[in-house]
């Protein structure tokens, strides 16, 4: 998920859209469907779910209850970028299906235990999530080492023919 800058200035314009007259809405013919219509909003991409599927971070201290009762690895440092390499799996639909008949099952389980288990497969929306898996351990990353580390990834996996 990319990370996304909003300058301050926003929340007064969204403040000012309140106050644009409403268009009068337009009787549809029984057989307009949306994508017939002329003046019918395309489609959102299939990763504009992903932009929220993750709450806020509203702390820089290690509060587990922001991160699904996930305490960190390494403690948060300003300047630092605690990083980890990994591969992403979207499960189909059956395989999600599985997994959260058996997340369901251990839930009921443990319901009879003082143990909780932290689902994984979707947000607090309701979106699906993809799992991963980590290719290396949690590493600190200097601001300045960002931009280099990442060139030299993205050069890497080219070099390596290794299809994405």
Known sequence: MALVQYSDSESE???????LPQRPAKKQRRDSTPSSRPDSL???PKTFHDLYATST????RDDPSLHGGRKRAIPHVEGNWPTHIYLEWYPSKEELSILEDVTSQMQQTLQKTDLQLHSLLRSDLG??????ISLSRPVVLRTEQRQS??????TSIRN???SI
Not at 13 to 19: H, I, R, V, Y
């Open 42 to 44: 395309p489609p959102l």
């Open 149 to 154: 580390f990442l060139e030299t990834l993205q």
């Open 13 to 19: 314009e969204d403040n000012s859209l309140d106050e």
């Open 127 to 132: 979106v699906q999530l993809p799992l991963h």
């Open 160 to 162: 390596s023919h290794v």
């Open 57 to 60: 971070r509203v702390s820089v």
